[in-house]
């Protein structure tokens, strides 16, 4: 292994500077390009039991509780109606505002060692058995890095795949989908699960969360399809507000003293899924790839678990010669793959089947469900449950496709 190899990394979410700790583990030199200037604000604030632990490998632990953020036993799932909720309990994990949660990794990862660029990666580019990275930087200048890896850490940007690097991208399950986000204070919060994760379904695809921050504040979003929204005319504002109040009755009771004390942000068309996403020494991570449905908060555990696959999948690589390679970007491709399908195939058939899915998750294969809930998706193989809900929805699909192919 060349020791000190500089290794690009695109972005400074949780895939970009895990990605780093993990590099710097193997005595790599990690190079964050990061185009926004830290604190800023993100969304993904409820974390898996996994996603903690992946931090905690990571020795995380003090700059994780210097945070003082709320701790999270588990998520409470309601219907429309009070009597139908379940929970499920996700072991010990926290609620984080993103933007204090990320300027820790990143100002962790710096004091490791790793570099960080403040810039934009204009271009990437394979050349002569090397990737370069041109970076236009914060004083307009442009810098140049060429490097055998790459780690593309971009999230909803697709950095490499927009480049037409990899891919090709498929639309996802959610992609007409738009979230409707802000905080609030005066939330009313049951005893029982005042700092777990709430999330209120409805019709199809439309759900809200409420995500206890501290004390005081509450994240909560709507989210649900954007026809929806583009037949209305209301600003987001209003829009947000007016949904809130009549979604589920459970959802008002906590709602009713609660007051809007921050923006309210959107973002929308978000779920896709791009196939391959690592080749010839670049490497995706995190949403830079795929990204599902939020609804249970998988998405920084992705980012950060990816990221320990990533350091080890280039470890192994950079003492081989490149015709060796294949391996190990494939085995990092399976690992995660087979992951992020395990919380597509459950989504699919919780919208599909919401008191079927409370039955299995809640009753049948509960101990089955708490490890999914909690996040160990990974190397873990197929329990009972996951096994039927997939038979279940293979079904499904066979007998759309006899229904559209017998004559009408
Ligand atoms: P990001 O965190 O998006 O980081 C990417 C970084 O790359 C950004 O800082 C960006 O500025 C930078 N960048 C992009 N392009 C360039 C470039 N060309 N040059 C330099 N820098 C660049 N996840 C959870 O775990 N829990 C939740 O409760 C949750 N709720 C969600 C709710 C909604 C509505 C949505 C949309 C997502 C939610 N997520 C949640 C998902 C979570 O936000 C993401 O999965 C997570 O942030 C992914 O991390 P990342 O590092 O891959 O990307």
Known sequence: MTTQEIIPIIGSGPAGTASAMNLLRYGFQPLIIERDSFPRFHIGESLTTECVDALN????????????APGKKGVRIFSRHPENSFYVGAGDAWQVERARFDSMMLDTAVER???????????????????????????????????????????????????????????????????FFSQFE????????????????RDMHEWCWMIPLSEQVTS????????????????????????????SAPL?????????????????????????????GLFCVGDSHRFIDPIFSFGVEFAVVEAEYVGKAIQACSGLDTAAWSAHIDNYLRITTEAQNVIDDMLQYFWAYPWGFANMAHVRFREEFLEIFAGRLYESGEGEGLRR?????????????????SPH
């Open 252 to 280: 008002a009771l906590r709602l009713s003293s609660a007051r809007r004390v921050g923006p309210v942000r959107t973002v929308s068309n978000y779920s896709y899924r791009i196939e391959p996403y690592a080749s010839r």
């Open 220 to 247: 909560i979003g709507l989210v649900l399809p954007v026809e929806t929204w583009k037949q209305d005319k209301q600003s987001v504002d209003e829009f947000l507000d007016t949904r809130l109040a009549e979604f």
């Open 113 to 179: 060692g790793a570099h960080h660029l403040q810039g934009s990666a204009r271009k990437l580019v394979f050349e002569d058995g090397h990737w370069r990275v041109d970076v236009e930087t914060a004083d307009g200048s442009t810098r140049q890095i060429a490097s055998r890896f790459v780690i593309d850490a971009s999230g909803q940007q697709r950095f490499s795949q927009r480049q037409g690097l990899i891919g090709p991208l498929q639309e996802g399950r959610y992609a007409r989908q738009i979230a």
């Open 389 to 405: 809900m997939r038979d279940t929805l293979a079904n499904d699909r066979d007998s759309d496709r006899r229904q559209s192919a």
């Open 57 to 68: 490998r990571l020795g995380l632990q003090a700059q994780l509780a210097a945070l003082s």
């Open 186 to 201: 005066g939330v009313t919060r049951e005893l029982s699960d005042a700092w777990d994760t709430l999330i209120f379904h």
